[in-house]
C-alpha cells in the first residue's frame, strides 16, 4: 500500500475532486487499479512537491493532468505494451458509424498507432469521452478546458484515427459542412485563447 501523503488544506480538496477520473484515466491504460493507484500516487507526490507554484499559475488543473498522463504514460512505456483500452476494444467500439453495414475492419496495433500520433489534448479526450464515458462538460471541468474545446478535439481525432485506419466518412454532407462552420467560428477562436491565454476561462 502506498504511503499516505501528507497534503495541505488545498490540494486535499483538490484530490477528493479529482481523484476518481484520475484513477479511472490510468486504470484504462495500465488495465488494472493497482497499477493506476500506484501511477496516481507517483503523479500525487509530483502534483505536492510544486504544488505552491502550481498554485500561483491559473491553469492548475491543466498542469496537474498534464502530471498524471505523463506518469502514466512512463509506466506504460516501462511495461513496454500498448494501453489496456486498445486490447479492450473500447475505442473501436466508439469509431463504428451508426449505418448497420459500416464495420471497422483494422487491427488493435493499427488504432494504438493511430492513437499515438494524436496530440496529447485528442488522445485523451478520446480516452475519457469513448473509455470512460465522460461528458463534454465533465472533462471540459476536469481537463481546465472550454467545453467547445473538449468538442473540437474529439472532432479532430475522430478525423484523424477515420483517416489513419481508412475508414468510411460516417458523416452526412450537410453534418460536415456544419462541422467546418463550426470550427471556423469557434475553434480557431476559442482553442487559440485557451492555448495562449494561461487557461482562463470566458
Same mark, same amino acid.
Given at each position: 500500500?502506498?504511503?499516505?501523503?501528507?497534503?495541505?488544506? *488545498?490540494?486535499?480538496?483538490? +484530490?477528493?475532486?479529482?481523484?476518481?477520473? +484520475?484513477?479511472? +484515466?490510468?486504470?484504462?491504460?495500465?488495465?488494472?487499479?493497482?497499477?493506476?493507484?500506484?501511477?496516481?500516487?507517483?503523479?500525487?507526490?509530483?502534483?505536492?512537491?510544486?504544488?505552491?507554484?502550481?498554485?500561483? *499559475?491559473?491553469?492548475?488543473?491543466?498542469?496537474?493532468?498534464?502530471?498524471?498522463?505523463?506518469?502514466? #504514460?512512463?509506466?506504460? *512505456?516501462?511495461?513496454?505494451?500498448?494501453?489496456?483500452?486498445?486490447?479492450?476494444?473500447?475505442?473501436?467500439?466508439?469509431?463504428?458509424?451508426?449505418?448497420?453495414?459500416?464495420?471497422?475492419?483494422?487491427?488493435?496495433?493499427?488504432?494504438?498507432?493511430?492513437?499515438?500520433?494524436?496530440?496529447?489534448?485528442?488522445?485523451?479526450?478520446?480516452?475519457?469521452?469513448?473509455?470512460?464515458? +465522460? #461528458?463534454?462538460?465533465?472533462?471540459?471541468?476536469?481537463?481546465?478546458?472550454?467545453?467547445?474545446?473538449?468538442?473540437?478535439?474529439?472532432?479532430?481525432?475522430?478525423?484523424?484515427?477515420?483517416?489513419?485506419?481508412?475508414?468510411?466518412?460516417?458523416?452526412?454532407?450537410?453534418?460536415?459542412?456544419?462541422?467546418?462552420?463550426?470550427?471556423?467560428?469557434?475553434?480557431?477562436?476559442?482553442?487559440?485563447?485557451? *492555448?495562449?491565454?494561461?487557461?482562463?476561462?470566458?
Amino acid at each position: 500500500m502506498e504511503t499516505p501523503l501528507d497534503l495541505p488544506l *488545498e490540494a486535499e480538496a483538490f +484530490y477528493l475532486t479529482h481523484q476518481e477520473m +484520475y484513477h479511472a +484515466y490510468a486504470q484504462a491504460q495500465l488495465g488494472d487499479r493497482r497499477s493506476a493507484e500506484e501511477a496516481v500516487h507517483l503523479a500525487f507526490v509530483e502534483i505536492i512537491d510544486h504544488w505552491d507554484e502550481l498554485l500561483r *499559475e491559473q491553469n492548475l488543473g491543466r498542469r496537474a493532468w498534464a502530471i498524471v498522463r505523463r506518469t502514466v #504514460s512512463e509506466q506504460l *512505456e516501462r511495461q513496454r505494451r500498448p494501453a489496456a483500452f486498445i486490447l479492450n476494444g473500447a475505442v473501436q467500439q466508439a469509431l463504428r458509424a451508426t449505418r448497420d453495414q459500416f464495420r471497422v475492419m483494422h487491427s488493435s496495433m493499427g488504432l494504438y498507432a493511430a492513437m499515438a500520433e494524436l496530440p496529447p489534448r485528442q488522445f485523451d479526450v478520446i480516452v475519457l469521452r469513448y473509455v470512460l464515458g +465522460y #461528458s463534454t462538460r465533465r472533462i471540459a471541468w476536469f481537463m481546465d478546458l472550454h467545453e467547445r474545446t473538449v468538442d473540437h478535439h474529439v472532432r479532430r481525432a475522430k478525423e484523424h484515427l477515420r483517416v489513419c485506419l481508412g475508414l468510411p466518412d460516417g458523416l452526412s454532407k450537410q453534418d460536415a459542412e456544419q462541422d467546418a462552420r463550426q470550427d471556423a467560428r469557434q475553434d480557431a477562436r476559442q482553442v487559440s485563447q485557451d *492555448e495562449d491565454n494561461g487557461g482562463q476561462r470566458g
